[in-house]
């Protein structure tokens, strides 16, 4: 096999907490929050309509509530 014959430049990192930069975690909370939130709301949609018994009037609903231009 061929060997490399070019060395390898650049530094070795031993600390990657030196190589990434740091990030503020607030965001990625944030982003998971509001996921968290939305679901538990369609969820509790969800409970409300098909399991209460009430999908047979959520057609009329949407139809009354649509857009009309």
């Known amino acids: 096999m061929n060997a490399v014959a070019a060395p390898a430049y650049g530094e070795i990192v031993e600390n990657v907490a030196e190589f990434f930069a740091p990030m503020s975690g607030d965001a990625i909370d944030s982003l998971l929050g509001r996921y968290d939130s939305a679901r538990r709301s369609i969820e509790a949609l969800h409970d409300f309509v098909i399991a209460g018994g009430k999908a047979g009037a959520l057609n009329y ?4 509530n649509g857009d009309n231009g």
């Open 61 to 64: 609903f949407l139809d009354g």
